[in-house]
Nanobody, 131 residues
């Protein structure tokens, strides 16, 4: 019921910076809030791993491999999460997936929001290291 659309992927330079963004939308309901939004990534032949998550209150969690280099921030009113990536390394090459959990929506004909079951994932955006 909630769609996550990522943007900002592409070729990145060694030591460079890139920002990803992910916007949430709902076709048949109005999003009230999304408690957790964030990013995971998956490189070829590897398992999907945590990159960063951020709550509505701004509490962040980062994967060990990106601490100090990547920063997650969000616009709660726009239900959008961003990932600022600095000091990029070859091992950052991966498909980056947007993630959302703790989603509350207001359905048509209802006055109060209700929680959606489960989490939501975007389709992924490729970040490729350019030598």
């Amino acid at each position: 019921q909630v769609q996550l659309v990522e943007s900002g992927g592409g070729l990145v330079q060694p030591g460079g910076s890139q920002e990803l963004s992910c916007a949430a939308s709902a076709a048949s309901a109005s999003i009230f809030t999304i408690y957790v939004m964030g990013w995971y990534r998956q490189a070829p032949g590897k398992q999907r791993e945590l990159v960063a998550t951020i709550t509505t209150g701004g509490i962040t969690k980062y994967g060990d491999s990106v601490k100090g280099r990547f920063t997650a921030h969000r616009d709660n009113a726009k239900h959008t999460v961003y990932l600022q990536m600095n000091s990029l390394k070859p091992e950052d090459t991966a498909v980056y997936y947007c993630y959302a959990d703790g989603i509350w929506v207001t359905k048509p004909g209802h006055e109060s929001p209700s929680p959606l079951q489960g989490d939501s994932w975007g389709q992924g955006t490729q970040v490729t290291f350019s030598s």
